[in-house]
């Protein structure tokens, strides 16, 4: 629900937080286009029908917009599953709607498929891991311990999650359906050592979703061309 940004950001949901004049969606939905993405699922609960309204008011080239939007608060893994029956492909590219990773995702995509994976994840470089959690893998890049933002966590730099993930369709179909779910803190632990990978990197990273990091959004996003 936004409610770190309200002081900043009162009438609108975080994914159209203007960066600059431009949706935060919009820059977001344009730079997935890069990487060839034809179809996008927006899974929407608080204000759903402000980013609806908002998509119907663009033109979109090249790009089929769809949406769900849940009846009750589910999570972010909730809210994952009840999506799956509009989702076409077997592998699927899951992002945060706050956040924004500058990746390679051809690489990603590769890494992915080369590990065999059932879910993967992109950490970036971090100096502080405080408010982000921490996450670890082994010498084959498996995910061997998961803890999203751990009470007392030490301010020392750290691979972090960076809100993007590629995951096979089955490993979606294993979420509870119809209940609220979190997939930091319910699911990924409890993937640990069931081929669940992780590609590291020092990539551009920001999380809109304080004052602070807001603020420095816009010059973010133009050091990065999106």
Not at 16 to 27: E, N
């Amino acid at each position: 629900m936004g409610t770190r940004l309200r002081s900043v950001l009162p009438d609108a949901p975080k994914c159209l937080a203007p960066i600059a004049g431009v949706p935060f969606l919009r820059r977001y939905l344009c730079w997935l286009q890069q990487f060839g993405l034809r179809r996008a699922i927006l899974s929407l609960g608080y204000k759903a029908e402000m980013v609806q309204s908002y998509v119907r008011s663009e033109t979109w080239p090249g790009l089929e917009i769809v949406s769900s939007v849940e009846s009750v608060p589910l999570g972010t893994g909730g809210a994952l599953r009840a999506v799956l029956p509009l989702v076409n492909s077997s592998t699927v590219l899951v992002a945060n709607g706050d956040s924004f990773t500058g990746a390679d995702l051809g690489e990603f995509l590769s890494f992915h498929k080369k590990k065999n994976a059932r879910v993967s994840m992109l950490l970036t470089k971090h100096e502080e891991s405080k408010a982000s959690g921490r996450v670890e893998t082994d010498e084959n890049d498996a995910v061997t311990s998961f803890s999203e933002k751990p009470p007392g966590a030490t301010k020392e730099p750290a691979y972090i999650n960076a809100g993007m993930y590629l995951m096979e369709r089955e490993a979606i179909l294993e979420i509870p359906p119809d209940k609220p779910v979190s997939l930091e803190r319910d699911i990924f632990p409890s993937l640990c050592d069931r081929h669940f990978f992780a590609l590291k990197g020092t990539f551009p990273f920001i999380d809109i979703g304080t004052p602070e990091t807001y603020s420095q959004a816009a010059a973010f996003f133009e050091e990065q061309a999106v």
